[in-house]
């Protein structure tokens, strides 16, 4: 069968639009089209033109049309316009209703849109992420596979480090992927046996837990240096920075989290004092449960943390990471060991206090609550404050007589599991949703991407009338029918509703017609989206095949 396009008359087609209601847009003229030289037969009957693309051009079933021996009539009744698109799935069909409620201004139009706090947080992201590269000169320009390294630290490296080092952001040559790297400066490997242990961290994966990727050494900082490449999560901030307030160094502090839990921290004796107010408890127990669910996949990798400190964690958004892993075990590795069981218990038991410690920390919102004098105290104020719960998990993490473990903490939390999960769960419906339109948006992008690179191309294998004839003819009077059409009083007709049913009618191919006109009125097609989308697929193809291949 063939697909038959009539060139009408103009004059009756204004108001017969199948788009037609009281303000309706007509149609913006297009100039009549040039002979149609490919792929098409043309016949005139009784004075109408009918073209008909060749059987093997199109094997669509027929569109509308069309006829009248006084060469004036196409019309479209509304009633035959089929909006039941032939791939449901290729319209977002709004909010889900539980998503929608979810949010704070329960407005249907709002949902349309990405919410803006997530909208923000990506383009934050986004900015730090393309941000300026370093231009120090004391950064080489390439570390190994590494290019384009930016320093993270805000601090200059602390002279009182027995073992400074430094992190930055950096990207994979080949990949283009950007991770952190983590220096040991003047570190020297002393056995590669310890590769084993990086071996076991690298196949440690969890989502509280920043990925180890590899580890290598360098001569191109210009002395011997150890690099540590994690995961790289913009955006982030230490848990120090986020929950402690910082103020200058007095003289005779000790930091309590200084000693060997955190030999890599340029600021060991940077003193944090109590912040404004203490903070609620609910969010103490999402750190509590984010840093235990890190902490038991560690301890069961038959691993230890041994950084769990507060600038060794870091936040992102809401999510909390241990950042520092295997740097211990790689600095104090000792190929002739002996007891590796009871020195791994005696690990895990340190990293079970710091985890104590820095919940003390956090929930008296001071660092100096965890001096050994000052436990006490600092105890009583969580019990006055906050919940018996929190305070059991605190003696219970603190006491070094008895022998404790990560799981224990589990029926501590009980059942602020569920919130925690409740909470993860309506973010995940959220941006499910999110994406759903995303994916709309990156369906209908692909679409005008098509569409711009057929419409207006000056030529194509030398043909300069390429654009301009046969199916691509049908293409231009389709864009101007999207966006250049204007209203009976010739305003533009700005409705985006109108341009994303056509656009998604398109992709779908569906039987629906529609009716395009030449700029000068002269000609008018009725057209089905089948054929418009098997004009585009067919255009676009040759425009593939024409170029280089890439897409
Ligand atoms: N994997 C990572 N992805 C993104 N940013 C990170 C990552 N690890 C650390 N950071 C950020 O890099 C910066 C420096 O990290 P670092 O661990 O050196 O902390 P620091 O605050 O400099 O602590 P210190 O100086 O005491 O060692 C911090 O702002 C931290 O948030």
């Known amino acids: 069968m063939f697909s038959r396009l009539c060139f009408a008359g103009r004059n009756l087609l204004r108001n017969e639009s199948p788009q037609s209601t009281n303000t309706s847009p007509r149609i913006t003229p297009q100039p009549s089209p040039p002979p149609i030289t490919t792929n098409i037969h043309q016949e005139n009957v009784g004075g109408t033109t009918y073209f008909y693309p060749t059987a093997a051009n199109h094997q669509l079933t027929p569109s509308s049309t069309v006829n009248t021996t006084d060469n004036t ?66 950064i080489p320009l390439e570390v190994e596979n590494y290019h384009s390294l930016c320093l993270l630290e805000s601090l200059p490296l602390h002279p009182k480090l027995p073992l400074p080092s430094s992190t930055y952001r950096a990207t994979h040559a080949v990949t283009g992927v950007k991770y952190c790297l983590r220096r040991l400066h003047g570190f020297r490997l002393q056995s590669t046996k310890c590769m084993q242990v ?91 449960i984010q840093l235990s669910a890190g902490l038991r996949a560690i301890h069961q990798a038959g691993l230890a943390c041994r950084t769990l400190d507060p600038t060794k964690i870091i936040v992102t958004g809401k999510r909390i990471r241990y950042s520092c892993v295997g740097i211990s075990d790689i600095f104090t590795f000792d190929p002739n060991q002996q007891n590796q069981l009871t020195v791994l218990d005696h690990q895990q038991q340190e990293d079970l206090l710091a985890l104590g410690k820095l919940i003390l920390a956090l929930a008296c919102r001071s660092l100096q609550s965890v001096q050994r004098d000052q436990i006490q105290s600092s105890v009583e104020l969580v019990s006055r404050h906050y919940s018996s719960d929190l305070r059991n998990i605190l003696i219970c993490l603190l006491n070094t007589n008895t022998r404790r473990s990560v799981t224990e903490i589990m029926p ?52 300069v009338t390429w654009s301009e004839t ?13 966006f250049h059409t204007v209203t009976e009083d010739g305003r533009p007709w700005l409705n985006q509703s109108h341009i994303v049913q056509c656009l998604n009618k398109l992709d779908a191919g569906t039987m629906e017609k529609v009716q395009l006109m030449s700029r000068d009125e002269q000609s008018v097609l009725v057209v089905t989206y089948a054929e418009l989308k098997h004009c585009l697929d067919q255009a676009f193809s040759e425009l593939v095949a024409a170029s280089d291949g890439t897409v």
């Not at 035959?80 to 209703?97: C, E, F, K, W």
């Not at 539980?98 to 990506?122: G, P, T, Y």
């Not at 005779?252 to 000693?259: E, H, I, L, N, R």
């Not at 046969?470 to 999207?482: E, S």
């Open 412 to 463: 501590m939390i009980g059942a602020r599991f569920y919130v925690q999960l409740d909470a993860l769960q309506a973010q995940c419906d959220i941006q499910e949703d999110e994406l759903a339109k995303e994916m709309e948006n990156g369906r209908l992008y692909r679409l005008l991407v098509k569409l711009g690179c057929i419409n207006e191309r000056p030529e194509l294998n030398l043909d």
């Open 470 to 482: 046969g199916d691509r003819y049908m293409l231009k009077l389709f864009r101007d029918y999207l």
């Open 73 to 138: 009539f196409v019309h479209i009744a509304s009633s035959q316009i089929n909006l039941s698109y032939t791939h449901p799935g290729h319209v977002y069909p709004g909010p889900a209703s539980h998503v929608i409620n979810m949010q704070s201004k329960a407005q249907v139009s709002a949902a349309f849109f990405m919410q803006d706090e997530l909208r923000n947080d990506i383009l934050a992201r986004n900015e730090i992420v393309n941000s300026i590269e370093n231009d120090s000169q004391d």
């Open 198 to 288: 990086v071996d076991k961290w690298k196949k440690l994966q969890h989502t509280n837990i920043v990925q180890l990727r590899e580890v290598f050494t360098t001569k191109t900082f210009g002395d011997n240096s150890l690099v540590i490449v994690y995961d790289y999560h913009p955006g982030s901030q230490t848990l120090l920075s986020k929950y402690f307030a910082s103020v200058p160094e007095t003289n005779g502090y000790t930091d309590p989290f200084a000693g060997e839990a955190r030999p890599f921290s340029h600021k060991s004796s940077l003193h944090r004092t109590a912040a404004t107010s203490l903070l609620p408890e609910n969010e103490i127990w999402s750190i509590i």
